[in-house]
């Protein structure tokens, strides 16, 4: 499974690193409005975005929607001695910088603990899959800590229609549930796995 896994990421993370800077910018920017206008975004009271990596959809226009309306935003930090994640608050006009392993280095201390406001994160992926499976990059931060997460979040995946495929390879750690946006749909709310 493992190899089966890795030859997917070889597949969609070539042309995507392969798309122009523009191309990424121009598209990025029109999934980031179908975000924002989402009821998912309009209804969280805290929003969990990725910091893009690489050629990543990036979520700069919705981490400043959500400072503009006043959501509390966190990003995520790898903590590599444990090999978890930890989502800490960034202060509204902050900008996270560029960290590894789809995470950000916020400035901010204040870890994200679960209240009674809807919640929104937005997971990094290499591919997802019809089904709403997500493929990420193989060290499960995100799989683990969304998974913990009670009450449970609305999860949204952000992708290039180049990242959408058919099926993925499949195992007790494949993400299921996703709601996936891309450039040329309207998110809309997948049922919650059981």
Known sequence: MHDLK????????APLRGMPSSAVVELSRKIGEHVIRSPFFQAAGAALPYRAMDS??????????????????YCGLALRRTGGLEFVRVA??????RGACCTCKPTGDEAFRPGQQPVLVIVPRVAFDRSRARLGRGRGYYDRKVRRLRPPADILGLTFNMQLASSLPRDAHTELGVLCCTEACH????????
């Open 6 to 13: 890795a030859q997917q990421r070889a597949r969609f993370l």
């Open 56 to 73: 990543e959809v990036d979520t700069d226009a919705v981490r400043a929607a959500g400072n503009a309306s006043g959501k509390l935003l």
């Open 92 to 97: 509204p006009g902050e900008a996270p910088d």
């Open 187 to 194: 998110p809309r709310m997948p049922d919650r796995p059981d």
